[in-house]
C-alpha cells in the first residue's frame, strides 16, 4: 500500500521585500531544493519542493497575486482568490517593522474570501521592540482578521520558522509524494529554464520542428545591485528550414518565443528578466553526448 504521508499545496503571499524569499529559503534550510520547475497548469507555477519523512509541501507560485502593488480593488481581491484556488496553506508575509500599508491590509480581503487558511507571518521581528509586536498581534488577532494563526518570524536569523513549518505541516491534507522526495537533486535551475523556453518553442511551433529542439543556457547571471537576471540562451535545431521557423518573417516568432518565455521566467525567478535567444543550426546535435550533458540530460 501506498505510504500516506501529509503533502500538499503551499503559497507565499505578500508585498514585494517583506522576505518572502528569505522566508522560503529557511524553511527548506539545507535541503538540496530546486527553485523552481514547469508550470503545472498556465496559472501556477511550483517554486520549491520540501520534503522530510513525514510531509512534502509543495511551494507554488500564484503569479496574479505579486501584481497589485498597492490597494487592491475588489476586481483585484477576486481575481487573486481565484489564483489561490487548490491550494491548502496561504502563507501571508508582511513586514512587521514597516507601518502597515492599504497594500497589507489587501491580505486581510483575502484573508477572508478564500478556503484555505492563512497563516500570517509577521517578518523582521529581530528589528521590533517587543511593545510593537504585541501591538500587532492584537490588530491582527482580532475576529475581522480570519487568520488561522499568527506566526512572529525572523526570517533572516531564523526565528520561529520551524514553527511556521509545523503549522503548515498541521493544516496539510493526507495525501501521496507527489514527487520523488530526490526530484530536486538532478534539475538544475538552468535546466529549467531552458525547458521553459523549450516549452514556447512547443507552444508556438509546427510539429516536426520542436522534437528536433534543444535550448542551451549560455549564461545567466543577476546584475550586480539584483533585481534583473541577464539570460542568453542558444536554441538548437536540426535544419535550416527549422530555423527559419523558429525566427519566423522578420524575427515574429523568435521574439514571441522570447516574450512569453520571459513572462513565465520573471515569474519563476521573482525577478526581471533579460532574455536574449539565438537560434542555431547543430546537425544531429541529438547524437552529441557532451552537448547532451551541457543541456541537462543524462
Ligand atoms: P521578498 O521580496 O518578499 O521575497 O523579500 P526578500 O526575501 O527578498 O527580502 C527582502 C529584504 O529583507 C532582504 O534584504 C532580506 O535580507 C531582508 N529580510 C528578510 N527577512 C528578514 C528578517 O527577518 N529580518 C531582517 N532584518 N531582514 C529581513
Ligand atoms: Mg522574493
Not at 528589528?127 to 488577532?141: A, G, N, P, Q, V
Not at 493526507?174 to 526530484?183: H, Q, S, T
Not at 507552444?203 to 520542436?210: Q, W
Request: hydrophobic share 40%; with cysteine; proline share 4%.
Amino acid at each position: 500500500m501506498e505510504k500516506k504521508i501529509k503533502s500538499g499545496f503551499v503559497s507565499v503571499i505578500g508585498r514585494p521585500n517583506v522576505g518572502k524569499s528569505t522566508l522560503i529559503n529557511q524553511l527548506l534550510g539545507e535541503r538540496i531544493t530546486i527553485i523552481s520547475s514547469k508550470p503545472q497548469t498556465t496559472r501556477n507555477s511550483i517554486r520549491c519542493i520540501y520534503t522530510d519523512e513525514k510531509s512534502q509541501i509543495i511551494f507554488i507560485d500564484t503569479p496574479g497575486i505579486h501584481k497589485p502593488l498597492s490597494r487592491l480593488g475588489e476586481y483585484m481581491v477576486n481575481a487573486a482568490t481565484e489564483s489561490l484556488k487548490g491550494v491548502d496553506v496561504i502563507i501571508a508575509v508582511i513586514d512587521a517593522s514597516l507601518d502597515i500599508t492599504p497594500a497589507d491590509m489587501d491580505i486581510i480581503e483575502i484573508a477572508k474570501e478564500v478556503k484555505a487558511p492563512v497563516i500570517l507571518v509577521l517578518n523582521k521581528v529581530d528589528k521590533i521592540e517587543k511593545s510593537r509586536l504585541e501591538l500587532l498581534l492584537t490588530k491582527f488577532s482580532t475576529d475581522e482578521s480570519h487568520f488561522d494563526c499568527l506566526i512572529p518570524v525572523s526570517a533572516k536569523e531564523g526565528l520561529n520558522t520551524n514553527v511556521v513549518l509545523e503549522e503548515i505541516v498541521k493544516r496539510m491534507p493526507e495525501g501521496p509524494l507527489y514527487f520523488p522526495a530526490d526530484i530536486t537533486t538532478d534539475v538544475t535551475e538552468r535546466f529549467v529554464v531552458s525547458e521553459f523556453i523549450r516549452e514556447k518553442i512547443l507552444e508556438l511551433t509546427s510539429d516536426e520542428v520542436p522534437h528536433g529542439t534543444a535550448v542551451e543556457i549560455e549564461a545567466m547571471r543577476e546584475r550586480e545591485g539584483g533585481g534583473i537576471i541577464d539570460i542568453e540562451a542558444n536554441i538548437y535545431c536540426e535544419k535550416d528550414s527549422h530555423k527559419g521557423i523558429i525566427i519566423g518573417k522578420q524575427g515574429k516568432m523568435l521574439k514571441e518565443i522570447g516574450s512569453r518565455a520571459r513572462i513565465d521566467l520573471e515569474n519563476l525567478l521573482d525577478c526581471k528578466v533579460n532574455l536574449q535567444l539565438w537560434v542555431k543550426v547543430r546537425k544531429n546535435w541529438r547524437d552529441n553526448n557532451s552537448i547532451l550533458r551541457s543541456l541537462g540530460y543524462k
